[in-house]
């Protein structure tokens, strides 16, 4: 499978109408059949189009996707060497949907590497669409999940130097810069078959050094996630606590459904954020990523500097620089 990487630099959007260079902007050629967030997202694609290639549903597709970062030691914002909450502990949040109203989450997860799975097997497995905390890790045990510990070495020598100062602020775009000790976030997948269906997932380890018992967009259907039959998928990514305000993915889907475009409906959102939150937001980064049912691609956010992959029905992927509504 073939990656491309486009210089990130000087593709901010400023208010410019999204109808015309937005859709311009959108990736061209063949309609996506797998899109996620930032250019570690390549990888996740790679796995989640080659199960759907050897026979696997969608959900299948998204699963093994959001598998690759959580067992990624490298990637300090999902899964296993994910940074800890400010107590030492690290917690894992994911959510997968398919386009027939299912879905399950978990949250605030501890010493189960593949939250995905977990909130996969309480998708299928349960009545109820959330599990957290010590009821979830209590769940993943009596489901055959292996129990480990989390924490890494290098996760916690970066935890320990953290408490020196304890203190916390987020730093835009921080998810391409691989293993700082504020790297943070979430990966959003999204898939989509040539007939239209749809599914998605999203995982993540949270903020570094959050305060313990934080839950943010990620697991939550319809703020970091929401997959719509007919209409399209979206995810969300940044600063948690302002997409959970919006709840953005609904918002994305919403609007897709009212007839936006995915990118103008991705614009909308980012729009709404600031204006609502005004100067809270001037060093925030936040954005959008969605996918309609045509497998039309869109990806707006706050800043310049968010990417995000899109792989074609042929297995070919491109990491993409995302418009954003500020300048750099």
Known sequence: ???????????????????????????????????????????????????????????????????????????????????????GHVTLDAIIMDDRGHAGAVAALEGYVHAISVARRVMERTPHTMLVGEGAAQFAGEQGFAAQNLLTP???????????????????????????????????????????????????????????????????????????????????????????????AARVVGSMRMGMSAMAACHEAVEHIVKLRGDAVKDAQVAFLAIDNKGEVGAFAILPGFTYAVTDASGHTTVHPSLSLRRA
């Open 154 to 248: 290098e996760a916690e020598a970066a935890w320990k130097e953290w408490l020196k100062t304890a203190q916390y602020k987020p730093v835009a775009n921080i998810e391409n810069q691989r293993g700082t000790a504020l790297d943070h976030d979430t990966i959003g997948i999204l898939a989509r078959s040539p007939d239209g269906r749809l599914a998605g997932a999203c995982t993540t380890s949270g903020m570094a050094f959050k305060l313990r018992g934080r839950v943010g967009d990620s697991p939550q259907a319809g703020c970091g996630l929401l997959v719509e039959p007919g209409v399209g998928a979206a995810t969300a990514t940044g600063v948690g606590e302002e997409v959970t305000r919006i709840a953005g």
């Open 1 to 87: 499978m073939g990656i491309s990487r486009r210089d990130t630099l000087g593709l901010a959007l400023a208010g410019a109408a999204v109808a015309g260079t937005a859709r311009a902007a959108a990736p061209a050629g063949n309609a996506a059949l797998v899109v996620s967030t930032w250019d570690f997202g390549a990888a996740a694609n790679a796995a989640a189009y080659s199960r759907w290639k050897a026979g696997g549903t969608l959900v299948d597709a998204v699963e093994a996707g959001a598998q690759v970062p959580e067992a990624d030691l490298s990637n300090h914002s999902v899964g296993m060497g994910g940074y800890p909450d400010r107590d």
